[in-house]
Antibody
């Protein structure tokens, strides 16, 4: 069974850098894309970005200028860095596996999720 | 960017009754070359991450009870719970993966009447 434990700092001050890592245990790392998704308290879901085994990334334009998603294939891990955080970045951050259709290469669903990391930005 | 909307914001349904949630995308999510709708549905219970229920608009994820069904095409979609159970109390989200940035609807909260 695939598991995605995730970790990182949960309390940040404005202007600091958010850094989270997600590990992939129990399944293929190379056959999927890997995403970060966040959810402000009491609100809906926002897709942050994704990366694959080869390091190909797609970012949400709303965050692109502050965002880096990277992959460490030697450890089957992927990471999120978000610079210059503000209170608006306070949210539960999830990592998730993204299914990829073999023929079309289309992504078609986040089927395995991490447990989430609550990140609070406060002075 | 594709904007997803859902209706209603919330609904309360008696146990055993039908619950229907609507989702609309600001542009088509039907990919003409393979005739697939790039639309999924998720269930989120309090304190838990979302769970994938439906993909390709109507394909049920493995292990999901058959009381959950998805329908629709193009820009208009529906998630139906045919006979609501107590464990179905949750917030339900639709999501498009037609293009990036992938986007979710605002969610529909389902409660027991």
């Amino acid at each position: 069974q695939v598991q995605l434990p995730q970790w990182g700092a949960g309390l940040l001050k404005p202007s600091e850098t958010l850094s989270l890592t997600c590990a992939v245990y129990g399944g293929s790392f190379s056959d999927y894309y890997w995403s970060w998704i966040r959810q402000p308290p009491g609100k809906g879901l926002e897709w942050i970005g994704e990366i694959n085994y080869s390091g190909n990334t797609n970012y949400n334009p709303s965050l692109k200028s502050r965002l880096t998603i990277s992959v460490d294939t030697s450890k089957n891990q992927f990471s999120l860095r978000l610079n210059s955080v503000t209170a608006a970045d306070t949210a539960m951050y999830y990592c998730a596996r993204v299914r990829v259709a073999l023929i079309e290469g289309a992504r078609y669903g986040f089927d395995v999720w991490g447990q989430g990391t609550m990140v609070t930005v406060s002075s | 960017d594709i904007v997803m909307t859902q209706s209603p914001d919330s609904l309360a349904v008696s146990l055993g009754e039908r619950a229907t949630i609507n989702c609309k995308s600001s542009q088509t999510v039907l990919y003409s070359s393979n005739n697939k709708n790039y639309l999924g549905w998720y269930q989120q219970k309090p304190g838990q991450p979302p769970k994938l229920l439906i993909y390709w608009a109507s394909t049920r994820e493995s292990g999901v009870p058959d009381r959950f069904s998805g329908s629709g095409s193009g820009t208009d979609f529906t998630l139906t719970i045919s006979s609501l159970q107590a464990e179905d109390v949750a917030v339900y989200y639709c999501q498009q993966y037609y293009n990036t940035p992938f986007s979710f609807g605002p969610g529909t909260k389902v409660d027991i009447k």
